[in-house]
């Protein structure tokens, strides 16, 4: 290759990487990618999950129940940072595995999947009616997929 098509090689290169560094500072600053608003149901965001208001007040209430004087805005603060951490850590245990590793975890949640599922038949908010129901819902929508020396039942 010649010297002439060796700088417009470097020059292609080098308007690349300029775009590239370019398109990255624009993404970091949020002008490619901007941060989805918060809906009005929502009082912050933690990694796109957003932490409902209804969530926050019941913990507001739950404070107030305990508290002898009157919430402040440092109570409110530390209420929205609490549910903050605690969302970080459902989402580390998530993204770890921990859910599907740990036996404890797993049918901890399980316990409370069901139980408020329960409460949505009771109340007549579930379509599906009873448990078993909803359970053959999920399995309509769901991509389940057997192993070929499994027979499947």
Known sequence: MNSIGNQQSLRILAVGALLGILLGALNISGWI??????????????NSTQI??????RAINMLASDKR???TEQ???LVLQRLIDEELLVQHGID???IRSDLTVRGMALQSV????????????????TLEDYV????????????ASWEQP
């Open 114 to 129: 069901l139980a408020g599922i329960m409460v949505e038949i009771k109340a007549g908010n579930n379509q599906q009616g």
């Open 69 to 71: 004087s009157a919430i």
């Open 52 to 57: 409902r208001l209804l969530e926050y007040q």
């Open 75 to 77: 109570d409110r603060d």
């Open 136 to 147: 053959n819902s999920l399995k309509r929508s769901a991509d389940i997929e057997w192993s």
């Open 96 to 98: 770890s595995g921990l």
């Open 33 to 46: 990618t901007p941060s989805q608003p918060l809906s009005e149901t929502s009082i912050a965001s933690v």
